[in-house]
Nanobody, 126 residues
Framework: QVQLVESGGGLVQAGDSLRLSCTAS????????MGWFRQAPGKEREFVAA????????DHADSVKGRITISRDNAKNTVYLQMNSLKPEDTAVYYC???????????????????WGQGTQVTVSS
């Protein structure tokens, strides 16, 4: 069982930066691949970025490449989402998710993730 708690969301202006954090409970954090997803009002939850258990492999949605970067610190049981050059279309609730996997590959499908956080709101004004 893994419990995930996101933090770092807020209200910013277009062009600003934010760093989201997701801290996991338990001692097995390094056995999990981690992902970030987001859901805007009236839309389905969509993939943002993912990182494998060791941090050696990442994937980012085309819509965020070059602006948003996922990373992790296994010593701190934390995964991060650094978001730069934010746009109004980045406005959403951002969710952290964990997948019990030691694969070198990562998944961009929300159905592959076993545990979810409660989400943190990110609002980007124009």
């Amino acid at each position: 069982q893994v419990q995930l708690v996101e933090s770092g969301g807020g209200l910013v202006q277009a062009g600003d930066s934010l760093r989201l954090s997701c801290t996991a409970s338990g001692r097995a954090f390094s056995r999990y691949a981690m992902g970030w997803f987001r859901q805007a009002p009236g839309k389905e939850r969509e993939f943002v970025a993912a990182i494998n258990w060791s941090g050696s492999s990442t994937d980012h949605a085309d819509s965020v490449k070059g602006r948003i970067t996922i990373s992790r610190d296994n010593a701190k049981n934390t995964v991060y989402l650094q978001m730069n050059s934010l746009k109004p279309e980045d406005t959403a609730v951002y969710y952290c998710a964990a997948q019990n996997s030691l694969s070198r590959y990562v998944s961009n499908s929300r159905y592959d993730y076993d545990y979810w956080g409660q989400g943190t709101q990110v609002t980007v004004s124009s």
